[in-house]
């Protein structure tokens, strides 16, 4: 099993909707979670830190759900401007964080 | 306040050339790392420094690359006889002290090897 799993998509979705996609890691041990979306061509840029059960921004909220062990990303009434890869990073105990491939989000108009 | 920058910002040589890449962190920050990443693709993780502590170089593809961070602060990567696999975006990130804390990001360096 990856250390740390992400549906590459894409999902497509029209405005206004509700999208979510899950990111599952192998370490049980994970404390920390970061979401990061990447813009095509662009560097990463931290989305939420998740040091606990959860985390709600605006639109965007994440949970985590360690008996599972997966974190979800939320994003409602999507924008066209939401277009991007999103990618999951949970802390593996390891000195530098692991990143998933990403999942890709289209927003149509 | 000031992001990591990079620089530079696009490299184009020609292969078996050395190339060197520089990463500035934020100011403060005692974790830098750096990553590649080639098209349509994740991060791959290549080397990290943590304040004095040995980097962990457990990234690095091949003996042709090394890195090096000065005084705590800049670092740079270097990139021996170049090979046309090496082309790609070389990011470089930041974080406050490197346990649990998010990584921040710069622009990137895009390498391409002709």
């Known amino acids: 099993r990856k250390e740390v799993e992400q549906d590459p998509g894409p999902f497509n979705v029209p405005e206004g909707a509700t999208v979510a996609f899950n990111c599952t890691y192998s370490?049980?041990?994970?404390?920390?979670f970061f979401w990061y979306r990447q813009d095509c061509r662009k560097e990463p840029k931290l989305l939420m830190s998740?040091?606990?059960s959860g985390n709600e921004d605006g639109r965007f909220t994440a949970q985590l759900n360690r008996a599972s062990q997966y974190i979800s990303l939320l994003i409602r009434d999507s924008k066209l401007s939401d277009s991007a890869t999103y990618l999951c990073?949970?802390?593996?105990?390891?000195?530098?964080?692991?990143f998933g491939s990403g999942t890709r989000l289209q927003v149509q108009p | 306040g000031a992001g990591v920058s990079q620089s530079p910002s696009n490299k184009v040589t020609e292969k078996g050339k050395d190339v060197e890449l520089r990463c500035d962190p934020i100011?403060?920050?005692?974790?830098l790392y750096w990553y590649r990443q080639s098209l349509g693709q994740g991060l791959e993780f290549l080397i990290y420094?943590?304040?004095?502590?040995?980097?962990?170089k457990s990234g690095l593809p091949s003996d042709r690359f090394s890195a090096e961070r000065t005084g705590g602060s800049v670092s740079t990567l270097t990139i021996q006889r170049t090979q046309q696999e090496d082309s790609a975006v070389y990011l470089c990130?930041?974080?406050?002290?490197?346990?649990?804390?998010?990584?921040?990001f710069g622009d990137g360096t895009r390498l391409s090897i002709l």
């Open positions: 990130a930041s974080s406050l002290d490197g346990s649990n804390q998010p990584q921040h």
């Open positions: 370490n049980s041990a994970s404390q920390s």
């Open positions: 998740v040091y606990s």
């Open positions: 990073a949970p802390d593996t105990g390891r000195r530098a964080l692991t």
């Open positions: 100011s403060g920050h005692t974790a």
């Open positions: 420094f943590q304040g004095n502590s040995a980097p962990d």
